[in-house]
């Protein structure tokens, strides 16, 4: 009977998880959310008479004003520039700008010899107009990506209201799934939340500095709107893989082809790479090294196997693995250390 029950439940906990697999993101980033502003909510709880619908509706809204609206308005301006860049022909001129370079010569002189057939600057805008076109006709695929987008956001605030409002009923239940003692079980929960707070933190923290040293540097250089490039900076910092690379990388492209700054599109390229790269490899670790009981080696690549695992959630789930692993040992070297003699 016990082994048919174990059978039963170990297969009613993968249809569960088959069941909320697509949410998953979104319930995560909301327990993420409920438990770096807890205290938020709490204090919203204490002033409202304990009301904890109210509180939690209240809390909820202010994390989308102050979480939600500053990254979705900084996309929104990032698409307009971009849109107007091509709406005003920066796209022909760019990429004329560009075939007067001398790799683009090279390049262009060679296509000439293969296909008997001048290439100009016209047929190459035109060629990237019809891919343009062709991307225009699939702006389905964008329109869903927008949609997933926006669902992912509302099931995550919808999520964070009830994080917040059964948030200590639900901790005591998974409190209470833990085989352990509860000296045991207090000690998991508090690691883990330590590492979700160390996690969040040390993102900002990582931000913040990368959209410093990213102002600084287009500042220097003179590049139109360095405060909308550090902004994107520091939003880009939370792309895994990529990051900052995305931002830094298309600007130092634009200076040496098109600008017709060489040097600067060196420096540029050589500080992003090392400097505002390098940021994040040494902030994230050192920060959470201090706020968990890790050495910075481990977070780090902690922190780079979580992202290859689980994507951009793997900048908190790294962590919390990590966390795990620690709690796990010092709970198995108190129980199986031999005694003093």
Known sequence: MAILLSVVVVALVYLAFRLFQPFLLSILWAAVLAAVTGRGHAWFLARLGGRPNLAAFLMTFLVFLVVV????LLLL?????LVAYVDSGGLGS?????MESAPAAKARAWLEEKLHEPVVAEKVVAFAREKLMSLAAGALGA?????DLLSGVVLMLLSLF???RDGPAIIRAFRDLIPMADSDRDE??????????????????????????????????????????AAAMALASFIPVFGTTIVWLPISLYLGFVGGAPAKALILAGYGAIVIGGADNF??????????????LM????????????????????????????????LLRRRFAAPAA
Not at 94 to 98: D, L, Q, S, T
Not at 143 to 147: A, D, L, P, R, S
Not at 204 to 223: D, K, N, R, S, Y
Not at 305 to 329: E, R
């Open 77 to 81: 301006v990032l698409v307009g520039d």
């Open 162 to 164: 009830f994080f917040y």
């Open 299 to 330: 977070l780090f690549f902690g922190v780079l196997g979580g992202i290859v695992l689980f994507g951009f959630a793997g900048i908190v789930l790294g962590p919390i693995v990590v966390a795990f692993l620690n709690v796990a040992a010092r």
């Open 94 to 98: 760019g990429i004329e700008r560009v």
């Open 143 to 147: 329109v869903k990506f927008i949609f």
């Open 69 to 72: 609206t500053p990254f979705v």
């Open 283 to 296: 902030v994230r670790p050192i920060f959470l090294g201090r706020h968990m009981e890790a050495h910075p």
């Open 188 to 229: 998991i929960l508090a690691d883990v939340n330590g590492a979700i707070q160390a996690s969040v933190r040390g993102g900002l923290l990582v931000a913040m500095v990368q959209g410093m040293l990213g102002f600084t540097i287009l500042l220097v250089l003179g590049i139109p709107r360095p405060l909308l490039g």
